[in-house]
């Protein structure tokens, strides 16, 4: 490949009508030295570039057309590490960082490379997934067989968080079909007596990213290793990998960390042997092109869940069949901003929050007069995506969701919205205007079938309902509401045992719901179990919620009653099984 690859040293400027660049795994670009001296891409002639079979001498390099740059047509392409591997290798690779720098302070730059850099840069994000498909996933599930649970099991306390002797047995009794939710467990412990959905607890997705996470601790013991943003919305789990050494980059709201040793902000401190594990919620396109121009590898440690990235794909299709993308969503969770980075790439985007907001939104759509229609839209514009016309862009429109949310939710939206269009286009021509298929709405199956099976179990008679989970879990909080709905004061929103104060008193938390409400975000003392002798208690966890926090439930709550009162846990366990 070297000696194909030096021929371009001697090709005249004037031929230059096609440029290829090089990037390695870690998106650093591979550059030569050309005979004047300057930093250059190895290939860079047209006549070395032939758009009709003349690549083929390029061996395993397999060249990716991104566009015109004044033009030239450029392409990108992958290669491996071996290319700078030989001693007489003349090739260096560098970040794209480093490239901008040298453009701005030094004239070492070939002034075509000088000139492409704006458009490398406009089109970075492209640079880790030259080869991907349509049907391709960054991290598809792992099956059973391939699970790696002990690494994240490996001592006595991260034990104790994530294994559960009870919720094993519950799971093997009661989940037969991962996705088909059953009727609840009933754990009889005497004076107690508690109900466990079929379903609860870890999905795939986080079960995938927990695996993720502590593997490339495990693997990399010399290396700092990042986390993007939070892993999951667990408070527990981030505690845990963050005492295994994990930093994290920026808060789930996007907000930038420090160094608690240097004051500097850890996006600035970054080099190139350090890692950055890339959340199951996924990232923006924003911050996976900051870590592409540092030079760190994006694919290798990217714990996206592929439920999430099954929504971009489905934003993409809407909006390459020219429909604008309606997200429905929180404008603040890192999930919902993922979404809408990568739908804005293919079609106008909005999120809406719930159906005030598609409300909103219809008043929009059905104003005539344009000046009108644009000062009604002003409370949604600033979560629209650059260049949204209300007037052009909300003529035919397609649904996704933020798959944490309640499935009734989303749909309602939709069917909300449909009459709006039928309103504004006619009945007749409603298919035209909406994409029908978007009313399939692209939850989570994980999501929903946890949603299902707290339904069912919701029509037994309890006495309270606890649903556990981070205070940013917003697949907690749809549960929690569910709860809410059915038993009102007697559903509490909690994180742990430790919010237990006693038989008679919970520390419940007032889900932020409504950003503007500055009661919710704190903790709420409650009364808490009701003066009996047995009491039925509803326990259920989001999708980020550890089995060992539920079995600690239990036994905080087991232990305010009298010990001949209440069973092992074994014998339970027994029972539960016969």
Not at 99 to 105: F, T
Not at 240 to 255: A, E, P, T, V
Not at 328 to 335: I, R
Request: proline share 4%; with cysteine; net charge negative.
């Amino acid at each position: 490949m070297k000696t194909a690859l030096n021929r371009s040293e001697s090709q005249s400027d004037a031929s230059r009508a096609v440029r290829l660049y090089l990037f390695l795994a870690n998106n650093k670009v591979v550059l030569i030295r050309n005979a004047s001296g300057l930093l250059d891409t190895p290939f860079s002639a047209a006549n070395e570039l032939s758009l009709h079979g003349g690549l083929a001498e390029l061996g395993d390099i397999r060249p990716v057309k991104i566009g015109k740059s004044h033009e030239r047509e450029v392409f990108f392409a992958s290669v491996s590490e071996a290319l700078l591997e030989n001693e007489s290798s003349e090739f260096s690779a560098f970040t794209l960082n480093r490239m901008y720098a040298l453009a701005e302070k030094s004239s070492e730059l070939e002034d075509e490379f000088a000139e492409d850099l704006p458009f490398i840069k406009q089109n970075a994000i492209r640079i880790p997934y030259l080869y991907f498909q349509e049907t391709d996933y960054i991290y598809r599930f792992r099956a059973e067989s391939q699970r790696n649970r002990n690494v994240y099991q490996s001592d006595e306390s991260s034990i104790a968080l994530y294994h559960s002797k009870l919720c094993d047995a519950i799971k093997t009794l009661k989940r037969t079909k991962e996705r088909s939710a059953t009727s609840p467990a009933i754990l009889d412990f005497g004076a107690t007596q508690y109900l466990l959905p079929s379903h609860f607890g870890f999905c795939l997705g986080v079960q995938n990213a927990i695996e993720r996470a502590y593997e490339t601790i495990a693997e990399n013991p010399d290396k700092r290793v990042f986390m993007l943003s939070e892993l999951i919305h667990n408070p527990f789990v981030n505690e845990d990998l963050s005492n295994r050494g994990l930093k994290y980059l920026q808060s789930d709201k996007g907000i930038p960390l420090r160094d608690p040793n240097s004051g500097s902000f850890y996006w600035d401190t970054l080099q190139e042997e350090d890692i950055v594990i890339i959340p199951a919620f996924g990232a923006r396109d924003e911050d996976k092109v900051k870590l592409i121009e540092r030079g760190l590898p994006i694919n290798q440690y990217d714990a996206t869940c592929m439920l999430v990235e099954k929504v971009w794909k489905a934003a993409k299709r809407y909006g390459q069949q020219g429909y604008t993308v309606i997200i429905h969503g929180k404008a603040e969770h890192e999930e919902t901003k993922a979404t809408f980075s990568n739908s804005s790439i293919y079609a106008p985007s909005l999120v809406i929050r719930d159906l005030r907001e598609a409300e909103l939104l219809r008043d929009v759509i059905l104003e005539e007069n344009r000046e009108t229609q644009y000062e009604l839209f002003q409370p949604l514009a600033h979560r629209a995506s650059p260049g949204f016309c209300p007037s052009r862009d909300l003529q035919r429109l397609a649904f996704v969701n933020q798959t944490t949310l309640l499935r009734n939710e989303t749909l309602k939206i939709i069917n909300f919205m449909q009459e709006a269009l039928i309103e504004k286009f006619g009945k007749d021509r409603i298919e035209e205007h909406l994409a029908m298929s978007s009313k399939g709405d692209t939850l989570c199956y994980a999501t929903q079938v946890n949603q299902d099976a707290l339904s069912k179990a919701l029509q037994e008679e309890i006495d309270v309902a606890l649903v556990v989970g981070g205070k940013n879990s917003s697949n907690t909080f749809q549960l929690f509401r569910l709860c809410q709905d059915s038993f009102g004061d007697r559903a509490f929103y909690i994180q742990s045992e430790a919010n237990i104060v006693s038989k008679n008193l919970i520390n419940h938390f007032l889900f932020p719901c409504n950003p503007g409400d500055p009661k919710q975000g704190r903790m709420e003392e409650r009364s808490f179990l009701p003066k009996k002798k047995r009491h039925r208690i509803l326990i259920t966890g989001g999708a980020s919620c550890p089995d060992g926090i539920l079995q600690q439930i239990i036994a905080r709550i087991n232990s305010f009653f009298d010990e001949k009162d209440i069973k092992d846990l074994d014998t339970v366990i027994t029972e539960l099984g016969g």
